[in-house]
């Protein structure tokens, strides 16, 4: 805990020879997904060991609670279409102690390495409540909103730092669909985020493409949702994250005006910026590779790995997929 800066008098209880050291504060990473991993690992490899003292995770609108046992494959394979984390090592890892949003909590309260603050997630919360209905993108009953709401305002009570979503065409489930929350209407974001209301705590976070595939004249009223969304909140602040995208590669600087617009009428918004350039890994395995789309490796899609390895080896093969 930081008591005092510059020249500091007073003596302290104890004293640390740092010589030739450096003496810095912890990173605070904002954006995280390490929502399977805290169920399991102590460590939180690798941030840990880049210097990461506290991980928000629970970003994008995906995570794992609240769940019911019968949807608890479905979250996993969201989470891997989505951040593309192996879904075999969130089976094998997770051993689900909950069904709540506060019991997940509980389950994730052992000694780490480092700290780690969560927030709820909207693609979980709708599949919860609305299961099949949620997946299909329907439109939320007066009902499902009232549950959402009161399910959001206890996770928030019980210490949910905030609640996420994403509306971007670029995240998918496993089998290709659209995230459950990826067209949320402003209603439902709208009665979301007036479970806020009164609470000291809690940001609203997002991620959008605004709907850049379909055409770049859909930002301003994709951006008017977020908009919209933060205002219901009754002062609460939202997080949006900023990216240059190869397909409006000046989309950012949207972003950023129209972030300082709102800021000038006194809204608390940030831009969570990137570290680094955002990477893709590939694999057969992986959600993406450079063969998926060709007719000869289409016609091998479904054969075990070793199959398929052992096919992408035959000379005859190899050429004529190149040749593709």
């Known amino acids: 805990k930081i008591v005092a800066i510059g020249e500091v008098s007073e003596a302290a209880a104890r004293t640390i020879d740092a010589e030739g050291a450096l003496v810095t504060p912890g990173w605070v990473d904002i954006h995280t997904h390490y929502d399977g991993q805290v169920t399991w690992d102590a460590d939180l490899l690798p941030s840990s060991g880049h210097g990461v003292t506290t991980a928000v995770m629970g970003s994008c609108g ?14 996993i394979k969201l989470f891997e279409g989505v951040e593309d ?14 069904e709540s949003f506060p019991e997940y909590m509980d389950a ?10 969560t927030q709820m997630t909207h693609d979980a919360l709708r599949i919860f409540v609305m299961g099949d209905r949620g997946v299909a993108n329907e439109a939320a009953t007066a009902d499902d909103l009232a549950k959402m709401k009161a399910l959001l305002r206890a996770g928030l009570e019980a210490g949910a ?5 994403a509306r971007t065409d670029n995240h998918r489930a496993l089998d290709g669909s659209p995230t459950p929350a990826s067209e949320a209407s402003i209603e439902e974001l709208r009665t979301l985020a007036g479970a806020f209301d009164g609470l000291k705590h809690g940001v609203l976070q997002a991620v959008s493409d605004f709907n ?5 004249d859909h930002f ?18 939202i997080s949006v994250s900023l990216m240059q995208r190869d397909l409006v590669p000046t989309q950012w600087q949207e972003i950023l005006r129209r972030a300082e617009a709102m800021q000038a009428r006194g809204v608390n918004i940030r831009v969570q910026v990137a570290p680094r350039g955002i990477g893709v890994l590939l694999g057969l395995e992986a959600t993406f590779h450079p063969f998926m789309g060709f007719p000869s490796y289409k016609a091998i899609a479904k054969l075990p790995l070793a199959e398929r390895v052992a096919k992408m080896r035959e000379p005859e093969f190899r050429a004529r997929i190149l040749q593709e």
């Open 108 to 117: 994730v309260d052992f000694p780490h390495t480092m700290d780690v603050v």
């Open 62 to 75: 995906v995570g794992f609670a609240p769940v019911r046992p019968s949807d608890r494959e479905r979250l």
């Open 161 to 165: 730092a905030g609640f996420s979503t």
């Open 85 to 98: 984390i192996p879904g075999s090592a969130l089976s094998e890892g997770i051993k689900w102690r909950w």
């Open 212 to 216: 850049m595939e379909q055409s770049p």
């Open 220 to 237: 301003d009223r994709e951006f008017d949702v977020l908009e919209q969304w933060v205002d219901a909140a009754g002062g609460h602040g």
